[in-house]
C-alpha cells in the first residue's frame, strides 16, 4: 500500500465550507466504491481526471476551510481544480428566498455550496443507471459494474475502493454485463452512444448551463432530468432543477405548500428563484425540511436479471 501523499492543499474562503452538504451528491448511495465516509469524517473519494486516476481525502479543517490530501496520477490536478469543485468563487448575493422554510434553510446552512468537478461523464453514466428505476436498483448496478470494470483506487484507500470506468470501457462493456447488473438495453444503450461521443459531452463544462444542457441532451436517451442531475454534479449549476424526478415535485409540494404538486406546477412555483432552483431543493435537503407523506403502494423492484 501506498501511502505517500502525492499532493496536499488547503482551501479557505471568506464564508462557511459546509464539506459534508457539499460533497454529499458524490456518493452514489452505502457501498458505493468510488466514496467512503471514515468515522472521524474524511471524505475519500477515487475519480478520474485528464492527467490519471485520483483518490482524494478531504476533512473539514474548520468553518471555513478545507484540507485535501491526494494520490495517484491526477493528484496535482485534482488539488489545483479543489477550489473550483467546492464553488468557493460562487456569489449568492442574489439569492433571496420568500418562503420562510428556505429563507431559513439558508441561514442556518451557509456553507452549502454547488458541486463542480468538472467531469462530465463521470456524472453522466451514475445519472443515466438511475433513469426510471428505484434508487436502490440503479445504485446496485453503479457497484456491480464499477467493482467489475473500475481499476483498484491509488492511494492508502480506508477499504478498498475503485475508480470509475473510463467512457471506452463504458463502452466495450458486453450486452450480458448489463443485463446481468440488472441495467435494461434502453439505459445500457444510452451509456454507450454517450462513451462514444464523451470527448464532445465533456466541452459541457466550459459552456452556460443552457448550451451544457443542450449539449448533453444530443445523445437519445438523456432528457432534462438526466442532464440536471450531471449538471448537479459536474458543471456547479445553482439551477440544475431536476424536472420528471418521481419525487421531487410532490415533496417541494408538499414541504412548501402542504399538498402535492406536479411537475409543471414545480417550475412555476420554484420560478422567482431562478438561477438557484437547485441551491434552494438541497437546502430543504439538508435541513431536514423536505417531507412527502408516505402512502400508497411502492412501485415493485424490478430484476430484469432473472428473465
Given at each position: 500500500?501506498?501511502?505517500?501523499i502525492?499532493?496536499?492543499?488547503?482551501?479557505?474562503?471568506?464564508?462557511?465550507?459546509?464539506?459534508?452538504?457539499?460533497?454529499?451528491?458524490?456518493?452514489?448511495?452505502?457501498?458505493?466504491?468510488?466514496?467512503?465516509?471514515?468515522?472521524?469524517?474524511?471524505?475519500?473519494?477515487?475519480?478520474?481526471?485528464?492527467?490519471?486516476?485520483?483518490?482524494?481525502?478531504?476533512?473539514?479543517?474548520?468553518?471555513?476551510?478545507?484540507?485535501?490530501?491526494?494520490?495517484?496520477?491526477?493528484?496535482?490536478?485534482?488539488?489545483?481544480?479543489?477550489?473550483?469543485?467546492?464553488?468557493?468563487?460562487?456569489?449568492?448575493?442574489?439569492?433571496?428566498?420568500?418562503?420562510?422554510?428556505?429563507?431559513?434553510?439558508?441561514?442556518?446552512?451557509?456553507?452549502?455550496?454547488?458541486?463542480?468537478?468538472?467531469?462530465?461523464?463521470e456524472?453522466?453514466?451514475?445519472?443515466?443507471?438511475?433513469?426510471?428505476?428505484?434508487?436502490?436498483?440503479?445504485?446496485?448496478?453503479?457497484?456491480?459494474l464499477?467493482?467489475?470494470?473500475?481499476?483498484?483506487?491509488?492511494?492508502?484507500?480506508?477499504v478498498?475502493?475503485?475508480?470509475?470506468?473510463?467512457?471506452?470501457?463504458?463502452?466495450?462493456?458486453?450486452?450480458?454485463?448489463?443485463?446481468?447488473?440488472?441495467?435494461?438495453?434502453?439505459?445500457?444503450?444510452?451509456?454507450?452512444?454517450?462513451?462514444?461521443?464523451?470527448?464532445?459531452?465533456?466541452?459541457?463544462?466550459?459552456?452556460?448551463?443552457?448550451?451544457?444542457?443542450?449539449?448533453?441532451?444530443?445523445?437519445?436517451?438523456?432528457?432534462?432530468?438526466?442532464?440536471?442531475?450531471?449538471?448537479?454534479?459536474?458543471?456547479?449549476?445553482?439551477d440544475?432543477?431536476?424536472?420528471?424526478?418521481?419525487?421531487?415535485a410532490?415533496?417541494?409540494?408538499?414541504?412548501?405548500?402542504?399538498?402535492?404538486?406536479?411537475?409543471?406546477?414545480?417550475?412555476?412555483?420554484?420560478?422567482?428563484?431562478?438561477?438557484?432552483?437547485y441551491?434552494?431543493?438541497?437546502?430543504?435537503?439538508?435541513?431536514?425540511?423536505?417531507?412527502?407523506?408516505?402512502?400508497g403502494?411502492?412501485?415493485?423492484?424490478?430484476?430484469?436479471?432473472?428473465?
Amino acid at each position: 500500500m501506498d501511502t505517500r501523499i502525492d499532493a496536499a492543499r488547503t482551501v479557505s474562503a471568506d464564508r462557511p465550507i459546509d464539506l459534508a452538504g457539499t460533497l454529499a451528491p458524490l456518493r452514489r448511495g452505502a457501498g458505493d466504491p468510488c466514496h467512503t465516509t471514515t468515522p472521524g469524517g474524511a471524505h475519500w473519494h477515487a475519480s478520474r481526471l485528464p492527467t490519471g486516476p485520483v483518490t482524494y481525502r478531504l476533512t473539514q479543517a474548520g468553518p471555513c476551510a478545507v484540507d485535501a490530501r491526494a494520490w495517484g496520477p491526477g493528484a496535482a490536478e485534482f488539488v489545483d481544480r479543489l477550489p473550483a469543485m467546492l464553488c468557493l468563487d460562487e456569489d449568492v448575493a442574489d439569492f433571496d428566498p420568500a418562503h420562510p422554510l428556505i429563507a431559513e434553510a439558508h441561514r442556518r446552512n451557509p456553507g452549502l455550496r454547488m458541486l463542480r468537478t468538472g467531469l462530465v461523464f463521470e456524472a453522466l453514466a451514475p445519472a443515466i443507471l438511475e433513469q426510471r428505476v428505484h434508487t436502490v436498483s440503479a445504485r446496485a448496478s453503479w457497484r456491480r459494474l464499477v467493482s467489475k470494470f473500475g481499476d483498484p483506487a491509488p492511494g492508502p484507500t480506508p477499504v478498498p475502493m475503485r475508480v470509475p470506468p473510463p467512457p471506452q470501457t463504458w463502452r466495450h462493456i458486453p450486452s450480458w454485463e448489463y443485463h446481468r447488473a440488472n441495467v435494461d438495453p434502453q439505459r445500457s444503450r444510452t451509456i454507450v452512444l454517450a462513451a462514444r461521443i464523451a470527448d464532445k459531452l465533456e466541452q459541457a463544462a466550459t459552456m452556460d448551463p443552457v448550451a451544457a444542457s443542450r449539449r448533453l441532451r444530443t445523445v437519445a436517451g438523456i432528457g432534462v432530468w438526466t442532464a440536471a442531475e450531471t449538471a448537479q454534479r459536474a458543471l456547479g449549476d445553482p439551477d440544475a432543477l431536476s424536472v420528471g424526478d418521481f419525487h421531487l415535485a410532490a415533496t417541494i409540494g408538499w414541504t412548501l405548500l402542504g399538498r402535492p404538486i406536479d411537475d409543471d406546477a414545480m417550475v412555476e412555483y420554484l420560478e422567482p428563484l431562478r438561477p438557484h432552483r437547485y441551491r434552494a431543493v438541497r437546502l430543504l435537503e439538508i435541513s431536514g425540511r423536505a417531507r412527502k407523506p408516505k402512502f400508497g403502494p411502492r412501485t415493485p423492484l424490478v430484476d430484469i436479471t432473472r428473465i
